[in-house]
């Protein structure tokens, strides 16, 4: 199983990305997804992720009503859509997918399986 995240880049705060992960080797519409950020120094820590049936998606309190997790089962792609960007949202972002988690434990890293290799969001002035 590979995953490829893109869309990452430097932006000025308030600023929107789209941050894409590619899935190959397994069908995203059999396993849940989920988006993990880590800034220099700190834990890695769930942004957003949901489950196979897409219902109830999580979402840190730092994020909600700016980030929206999608996939594309047809792409099998699943993205991020980051709008309002903030200094603080600065991080290497990670997507992560894994079959059968269950909903309390989406938010934590240490339950996925396969991983992507990152990609930097810089919000700055």
């Known amino acids: 199983v590979q995953l490829q995240a893109s869309g990452g880049g430097s932006v000025q705060p308030g600023s929107s990305l789209r941050l894409s992960c590619s899935v190959s080797g397994l069908r995203l519409h059999d396993a849940a997804v989920g988006w993990f950020r880590q800034a220099p120094g700190k834990k890695r820590e769930g942004a957003s992720c949901?489950?196979?049936?897409?219902?109830?998606?999580y979402y840190a309190n730092s994020v909600t009503g700016r980030f929206t997790i999608s996939r594309d089962n047809a792409k099998n792609t699943a993205y991020l859509q980051m709008t309002n960007l903030r200094p603080e949202d600065t991080a290497v972002y990670y997507c992560a997918t894994s079959r059968s988690i269950i909903t309390s434990s989406l938010r934590d890293p240490r339950y996925w399986h396969y991983w992507g290799q990152g990609t930097q969001v810089t919000v700055s002035s």
């Open positions: 949901t489950s196979e049936s897409d219902e109830n998606p």
